[in-house]
């Protein structure tokens, strides 16, 4: 069965160089292909949204260290979430939504196994790759099954503003914790306090962000849900109380930085009897069902928002997307809607 026309050029992203700072327009080139045809037991893929995700400068460094590393030459990484408009596959008919983890491209050729159906009338489809994707569940995992903040307890999110840190920390208000976000502008502090509800926001730009985190926190820090890494995480541990933890859910400092650096503070981990831990979601992913049934509810009764930013164009707009989340530009989720969406 066939929807759409192949008669459009399939646009797809590849990597041209490492990038040196903050990855943009220059380090990636736009190629074009016709569209191609899915073979037997293959699905074609519509993409409608990218997500944008800050791991990729990690990938794209020019070390063998990291997981998915893609080099100069490579297709770049990506999920689309987007529409079958062609199904050789018996469990994909046209005009389902899927997440498609083929590649950032306007089209793309998938196997069963690289895809993931989207029950859009639980969520709509974008959030399939941000609140409702593997950003809120990254949340929700590392808050409810890792951090576990009781009521009253006081957490830093670190990174507050962002795609999983919005999230955190709207889950910790949920378990009755008290939450304090760091992030960098005044706009973003006063978003994550009267549109989030977080208790007190603190831009980390601020010369005194540390002695206002201080203020905020006279009790010390239960937990710090860490997603930023290098200098706020080291000033932050100074903070951690008595058997407190340090979630280390993400260092997008340091995926940028020439030499990547640990944190000279450790030593209050010791003092507070404190523990630092590492996370990564996809040790839950035969969890993911069970956890968006319960973010349905809240969504349901407006317990949790699921915000997010878009950035619209095409696929040569990825790179340009890509550099803004570095740039902060982003309230929530960044994403790369393209035209096909409409
Ligand atoms: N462990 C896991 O399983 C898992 C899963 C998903 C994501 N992650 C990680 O979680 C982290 C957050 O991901 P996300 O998707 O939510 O990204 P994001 O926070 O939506 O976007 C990045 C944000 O980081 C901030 N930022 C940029 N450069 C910075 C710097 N040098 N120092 C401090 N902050 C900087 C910017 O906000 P400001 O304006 O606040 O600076 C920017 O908006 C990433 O490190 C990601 O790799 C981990």
Known sequence: MTEGSNERLNQQLFLKQVPDGIAGPDDFEVREAEVPAPGEGQVLVESHYFGLDAALRLIVRDSDEFLFRVKPGDLVRGTAAGKVIESNHPDYQVGDYVLASSGVQSYSVCEGAELEPCDVSQA?????????????????????????????????VNGA?????????????????????????????DWLVNELGFDVAINYRDEDWYEQLEKAAPDRLDVIFDNVGGDIL???????GMRGVVLLCGSTSQYVA???RGPDNYIWLGTMRARMQGFVVFDYADQYAAARKRMSTWIADGSIKLPNYYHEGGVEAFPLAFQELYEGRNLGKMLLKLPAAD
């Open 124 to 156: 709509p489809l974008e959030d399939w790759l941000g609140g409702f994707g593997v950003s809120g569940l990254t949340a929700y995992f590392a808050i409810f099954d890792e951090c576990k903040p009781q009521p009253g307890q006081t957490v830093l």
């Open 234 to 240: 080291n000033a932050s541990l100074k903070l951690i």
């Open 258 to 260: 020439d030499e990547m």
């Open 161 to 189: 503003a962002g795609a999983v840190g919005n999230m955190a920390g709207q889950f910790c208000k949920l378990a009755g914790a008290r939450v304090i976000g760091l992030t960098g502008s005044n706009e973003k502090c």
